[in-house]
């Protein structure tokens, strides 16, 4: 075996999943050679694949999937139905307005170039080769670039929580006094009613 075809080892990351961040990196990578390859079908599949895992994943942590759900059973047209209610603001990044219904439009046009190859009403002509590889090109390259954007909402999603999660220890941390404080604090008391009866005796 070569150097160059030894595999690299899995990165741990800390507080995560080694083997999810493992598969994604293959995902990604995966992605981008096919795109300079022309295998832009592969492309558009598997970027279908980590948008409906990412929303799985947040659907369930929002409560609106059960734990441990067959995947299988969720399309991603079901899946966005699902994100839509679970959050009916727009989620926007630097390449999409809104995150749910670019989602959606690549679920349409995803279906148009994995099934319009040769797919017609009978007796209907197929598409023109060149039209459909550019229409290809063109959803796969934006499936890639959507993956991206919703698998980068979700990191947020969860540092968000992970911080929202933490201020209140800090919080409290923050207004409790320490051990010594308390102390001195008592002593302090201690003194000025020392004091306080010194001056009743004066008087």
């Not at 942590?61 to 059973?73: M, T």
């Not at 995803?110 to 007796?123: L, Q």
């Amino acid at each position: 075996m070569t150097r160059k075809s030894v595999p690299r080892a899995a990165k741990t990351i800390r507080g995560g999943n080694t083997a999810k961040h493992a598969s994604y990196a293959l995902a990604f990578g995966w992605m981008k050679r096919a795109l300079a390859h022309g295998f832009y079908l592969e492309v558009v599949t598997i970027a279908e694949s980590v948008i409906s895992d990412r929303l799985v994943s947040q659907l369930c942590r929002l409560g609106f999937l059960e734990p441990g759900v067959s995947v299988e059973k969720y399309s991603l047209a079901r899946l966005i139905t699902l994100w839509k209610r679970a959050l009916p603001e727009p989620i926007r990044d630097a390449y999409f307005e809104e995150l749910q219904s670019a989602a959606d439009t690549l679920r349409v046009r995803r279906n148009h170039v994995v099934h319009g190859i040769v797919k017609t009403v009978p007796g209907g002509a197929p598409p023109n080769t060149a039209d459909f590889k550019r229409e290809a090109e063109t959803v796969a390259r934006d499936g890639y670039r959507l993956a991206k954007s919703v698998c980068n909402w979700y990191t947020r999603e969860r540092r968000r929580r992970s911080r929202s999660a933490n201020r209140p220890q800090r919080k409290q941390q923050a207004t409790s006094p320490e051990p010594a404080q308390r102390l001195t604090s008592r002593s302090t008391r201690a003194g000025l009613v020392l004091l306080a009866l010194a001056g009743e005796r004066q008087c």
